[in-house]
């Protein structure tokens, strides 16, 4: 089965991106998991760093570069292995900006205007600054990445079902305009961690923006993340119980919980039954710690030597761009393009 997914280089990953995406993506490599049964080996799976996105929001040429090399490295510490799944650099597959305008010319603007992440990012740019066609165009490249590919799944957290949805909606435009060329991809959501939510407000998601004591870093020293875990607010009452509506904050610790470990929401209550909020945490803190500390330590291993973590994504882009210029090569055949004298 193919699968891909993409993921901004946005400097230091947090556990909300782990548990809600990265940690999938890694076991959907390696495991074949997919939600039709269990295959021999692992999917055929493309992870593309996207880069090109990062700049509707980065204009910082070391920033970019600093992010994106912590993202590569960061991504060979969980265990992806680029024998196994494709890591790439968008910015290194051209065919991605290619496909992208192609999309776009077959957008409606009322589409892109509509999308949540587009308001959400527009509400955040200062009048100053202005908000940048890219973040509104943002999705058509979203699009492009996915359809170079015609992957059946595409994992993703829930915030990104909207996009998905207009991948799908324009694949079949443009199917319907020129023939027959995407396969529509489905979107892949894990339930209980798709959300990881803030630990010091259950009601919003985890995310670096909204402060220090609200997320995870992957790659944070452990007596900080211990620190966060016990400052995390708890719910009234004093039982550990899966209830989202009645205890959020409890839930969501629960939820990570099982990320981290494992074991499942139901058993993790069973195992808590009559304990306190206190004991619980500190558990917590072993579990996340149990899970991240293999993974910080393969990190500063692979720092060493970035450049090796590079040749090993320019292996990846060599891969990408040969099965994105097939779909390219039809792509301007449907659209009536002339095929470049130089492919
Ligand atoms: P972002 O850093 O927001 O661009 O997100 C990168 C990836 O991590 C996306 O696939 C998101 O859906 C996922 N993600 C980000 N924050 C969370 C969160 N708090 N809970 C679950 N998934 C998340
Ligand atoms: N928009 C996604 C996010 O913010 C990142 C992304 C870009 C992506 N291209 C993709 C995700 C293709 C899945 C498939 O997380």
Known sequence: MRILSGIQPTGQFHLGNYLGALKHWVDLSTSGRSPEGRQDKGNDC???????????????????????????????????????????????????????????????????????????????????????????????????????YNPEYVPVGEDQKQHLEFTRNLAEKFNKTYGEVFKLPKAMIQKETARVMSLQDPTQKMSKSLGAQHYIGLFEEEDSIRGKIKKAVTDSGNKIKYELREKPAISNLLAIYSGVSGKSIKDLEQEFLGKSYADFKSSLADAVMNQLRPIQKRYKELSQSPAEAAALFDKGATKANEVSQETMTLVRKKIGLNESLSR
């Open 46 to 148: 493309f992870y593309p760093i996207v880069d090109l996105h990062a700049l509707t929001t980065v204009h910082d040429a070391e920033t970019l570069r600093k992010n994106t090399q912590e993202a590569q490295i960061a991504m060979l510490a969980m265990g992806f292995d680029p024998e196994k799944s494709v890591l790439f650099l968008q910015s290194q597959v051209p065919a991605h900006t290619e496909l992208a305008w192609i999309l776009t010319t077959l957008t409606p603007i009322g589409d892109l205007e509509r999308m949540t992440q587009y308001k959400e990012k527009a509400a955040q740019v200062s009048k100053k600054e202005g908000i940048n066609a890219g973040l509104l165009t943002y999705p058509t490249l979203m699009a492009a990445d996915i359809l170079l």
